[in-house]
């Protein structure tokens, strides 16, 4: 098999796709003539044409709402946010109608799109392109919201999101773009959406993260069990709505403790939803409380100091010694 990194991976995806299905077409601002501010959509508009990979404005909710249009019309629009704190310029077009257009027409229509967006810090980016706001779009009933962690579940679950038949907020680690490489196989290759995976298996604690934060995760988890042989089982989430509550209680009620990372803020989190879930689930199981290791409740900071909020190997393994020693 190839090694590539995400952006290939996505490129992957989204270029089988377009080949065995006339209906997928990908939009957004440079997706075209220019392959994408990342180079993900690279190559498409040479070998699919002006008609399926196209370049649009930039105006965010204008691009959601042609794509609504489209899949209300048949096709399977992919349409790209250039960077993800600018997509809240689409989120009315999203929560008012592509969301709930599926209860709204009795099941009589469907609106199969992927938002695809770049999110998250760790890159020396600007202001407003290093945000990490996965809650609030899974605070949307009838949306799905899936992060890959890497290279290889990055081409499946795209893939699995392009086929579904329900809006998909689709959102890539910018960190881990051109961070490292696995091997991806050529041949088709999906991933059930809803669906984490135990990356990781272990007796002593479950450690629960996603998107770019699964590496600094599993770096903190060896040197625990380097310094003091703990057991650690790691679960990537991969997507977040729906939440798979039961992969996550199965690895609690058997461990009996639990960290959660994540790196966006603390409050009103997919975090915080984990706990929930897991006190209604597993709480009796319990040997400590949940601890969580998060971005700062404020403002994204500048470049010059975004790894002092980013959760880091460090921060990690220190909360999962204070879990342990509970």
């Known amino acids: 098999?190839?090694?590539?990194?995400?952006?290939?991976?996505?490129?992957?995806?989204?270029?089988?796709?377009?080949?065995?299905?006339?209906?997928?077409?990908?939009?957004?601002?440079?997706?075209?003539?220019?392959?994408?501010?990342?180079?993900?959509?690279?190559?498409?508009?040479?070998?699919?044409?002006?008609?399926?990979?196209?370049?649009?404005?930039?105006?965010?909710?204008?691009?959601?709402?042609?794509?609504?249009?489209?899949?209300?019309?048949?096709?399977?629009?992919?349409?790209?946010?250039?960077?993800?704190?600018?997509?809240?310029?689409?989120?009315?077009?999203?929560?008012?109608?592509?969301?709930?257009?599926r209860q709204r027409s009795m099941s009589a229509f469907s609106v199969p799109l992927v938002i695809r967006m770049p999110y998250g810090g760790g890159v020396r980016a600007l202001e407003h392109h290093s945000e990490s706001r996965e809650a609030t779009y899974a605070h949307f009933p009838g949306t799905k919201v899936v992060i890959p962690s890497g290279p290889r579940n990055a081409r499946a679950l795209l893939v699995a999101s392009i086929r579904d038949p329900d809006p998909v907020v689709f959102m890539e680690p910018t960190r881990n773009y051109r961070a490292f490489k696995e091997e991806v196989p050529l041949e088709e290759e999906v991933l059930p959406l809803g669906k984490a995976q135990v990356v990781q298996e272990g007796t002593e604690l479950t450690l629960i993260s996603w998107g770019a934060m699964l590496r600094p995760s599993l770096a903190a988890a060896e040197q625990v069990y380097q310094r003091r042989g703990a057991s650690i089982e790691v679960i990537d989430l991969l997507t977040i709505a729906p939440l798979d509550s039961d992969t996550l209680a199965d690895s609690v009620r058997k461990t009996g403790r639990c960290v959660v990372v994540q790196e966006a803020p603390r409050g009103f989190s997919v975090s915080s939803e984990i706990i929930a879930r897991l006190n209604e689930k597993v709480f009796l199981y319990l040997e400590a409380p949940v601890k969580r290791v998060t971005h700062f409740d404020v403002v994204t900071p500048y470049f010059g100091r975004e790894q002092l909020f980013l959760p880091t190997p460090l921060r990690i393994a220190r909360a999962l010694e204070e879990t342990l020693d509970f």
């Not at 065995?20 to 690279?42: M, P, Y």
């Not at 946010?81 to 929560?95: D, H, I, P």
């Open 1 to 101: 098999m190839p090694k590539m990194n995400l952006v290939s991976a996505v490129n992957l995806a989204l270029d089988q796709e377009m080949a065995q299905d006339d209906s997928v077409v990908v939009l957004g601002q440079d997706v075209g003539v220019n392959g994408g501010v990342f180079r993900a959509t690279v190559d498409l508009y040479q070998k699919y044409g002006r008609q399926r990979a196209i370049d649009t404005p930039l105006a965010e909710s204008g691009i959601l709402g042609t794509s609504i249009g489209m899949a209300l019309a048949g096709l399977r629009p992919v349409c790209e946010m250039q960077f993800s704190g600018f997509s809240y310029l689409m989120a009315g077009q999203l929560e008012g109608h592509a969301s709930r257009y």
